[in-house]
């Protein structure tokens, strides 16, 4: 079997990637190792900025977003046992948008599959990538029903297989380089079957720890909140994550939280890290498989598809066009963001959990850094920049 790109993947760039080739009528295929409904509903992401929207607008991939996501105006501190609103359209005339990571991949599995008649392969095991470096790569991978082993040629692999993914792996070591940043905390994950208490996005800077509310649905919030980083959510039973977050959010100016079943409950341990150059040969990382940012600053997936977009551009222009430039400059294009973003994740990270640091002089600067964004014009335009996507990549 020959195809020009195996995609090895299907979240969000894997799956972008795939549909950016079928729009160009490449041939593809995607290799996943979950099943189909498993994708579908893993819940993750929820915020996208604005150029992404607008990215996926332009290549046919945001019907279902437009029509069913809120699109947001403000973002709201609360420290001091106040809100502090932050209007961020109105000072840079951007939004963000709320539309959740599994509806996202549901719609780009259906037009995948379904409208571009691309080719996906779920519940695939054992994926290994070969030959990166010759003009002759493959990718091969245990078939789920029959349990043999099939190899697929091609002239490229798109590696989009996520933080836990094999792709990354056949990079040459010597060449390769991961910058690793670990902030020492862990964030406890929760999804409350209950109405956000307001439908902006809230962080919580308190002495206790950090904690946010990022709404998701009518029926559905997502909550985080900061905990040790060996915890386990056998140390948060409900009484204890809903005492918490009542006490973190607290606002004297704001109606309470209010309170539902827990639908998923996990720590995460805070790091990022940076593989580079991420590209190789015929072999080019997108998403997770080449830099994780911690969910500090909700910009994990926009780095993801702004990756795919590059990405799936640069490969058809090769395979349609020849024309190489775009692949040439990939990981470049992608890194000099990825870098921005790293960084203003460590710069908000230091904002949310100073307070909590247990040194006093770090709380005092980094609540002095909280207050500049409410007093300082300055303050506040760059951190909106930062925070919706910088205008350069607008
Ligand atoms: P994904 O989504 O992990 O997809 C990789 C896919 O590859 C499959 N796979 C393999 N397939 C074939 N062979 C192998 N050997 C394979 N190994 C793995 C996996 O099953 C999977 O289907 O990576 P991708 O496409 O790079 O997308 C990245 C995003 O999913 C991620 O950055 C975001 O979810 C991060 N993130 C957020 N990003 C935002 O932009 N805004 C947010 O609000 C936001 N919130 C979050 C988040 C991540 C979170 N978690 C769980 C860490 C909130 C949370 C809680």
Redesign the pocket.
């Known amino acids: 079997e020959h195809v020009p790109v195996v995609v ?8 972008t990637v795939g549909n950016i080739l079928r729009a160009a009528s490449v041939d593809c295929v995607v ?4 099943t189909r409904q ?2 579908e509903q ?7 900025e604005d150029a992404v929207v607008r990215g996926l607008q332009e290549r046919g991939l945001a019907d279902g977003l437009l029509a069913a996501a809120q699109r947001q105006t403000a973002c709201e501190f609360r420290f001091d046992g106040r809100s502090h609103p932050f209007p961020y359209t109105e000072l840079t005339g951007r939004h963000h948008w709320v539309y959740p ?1 599994p509806l996202l ?1 549901t719609d780009l599995v259906r037009t995948y599959a379904d409208v571009r008649e691309g080719d996906i392969r779920f519940g ?1 095991s054992d ?1 290994q990538v070969h030959d990166t470096d010759t003009d002759r790569p493959a990718v091969s ?1 245990r078939c789920p029903t029959t349990g043999e082993r099939r190899l697929i040629r091609c002239d490229f692999v798109a590696g ?8 990354r792996s056949a990079l040459p070591q010597e060449r390769t380089r991961i910058a690793r940043h670990d902030y020492g905390i862990g964030w406890l ?1 929760l999804l409350a079957e209950a109405p956000p208490t307001s439908d902006r996005v809230l962080f919580g800077v308190h002495p206790d720890g950090f904690a946010g509310q ?1 709404p998701r649905s009518p029926e559905v919030t ?1 909550y ?1 909140l900061q905990c040790a980083p060996g915890d386990g959510p056998g140390d948060w039973p409900d009484d204890r994550v809903w005492a918490e977050l009542h006490r973190r959010l607290a606002a004297a100016d704001a109606p309470p939280l209010v309170e539902g079943p827990l639908l998923e409950k ?1 720590v ?1 341990d805070m790091h990022d890290y940076v593989v580079e150059p991420m590209a190789s040969g015929r072999l080019f990382l ?4 080449a830099h ?4 500090i600053a ?7 598809l702004h ?2 977009f590059l990405l799936g551009d640069a490969l058809a222009a090769r395979l349609v066009e020849g024309d190489d430039a775009g692949l040439d400059g990939y990981a470049d294009a992608c890194l000099r963001r990825v870098w921005d973003y790293q960084e203003f994740s460590q710069w908000l990270s230091d904002v949310y959990h100073g307070a909590a640091s247990g040194d006093p002089f770090r709380a005092g600067t980094t609540l002095a850094r909280l207050r500049r964004l409410f007093t300082s014009p300055a303050a506040a335009a760059a951190f909106a920049e930062q925070y919706l996507g910088l205008a350069e990549y607008a």
């Open positions: 090895v993947g299907a979240g969000p760039a894997g799956l290799l996943e190792t979950e498993f994708v893993r819940p993750r992401a929820g915020v996208i990571q991949v695939v994926v991978y989009c297989d996520g933080a836990r993914g094999v792709s994950a990022m997502r985080y996990r995460l997108a998403g997770e498989a994780l940012t911690a969910p909700a910009k994990g997936m926009n780095l993801a990756d795919a």
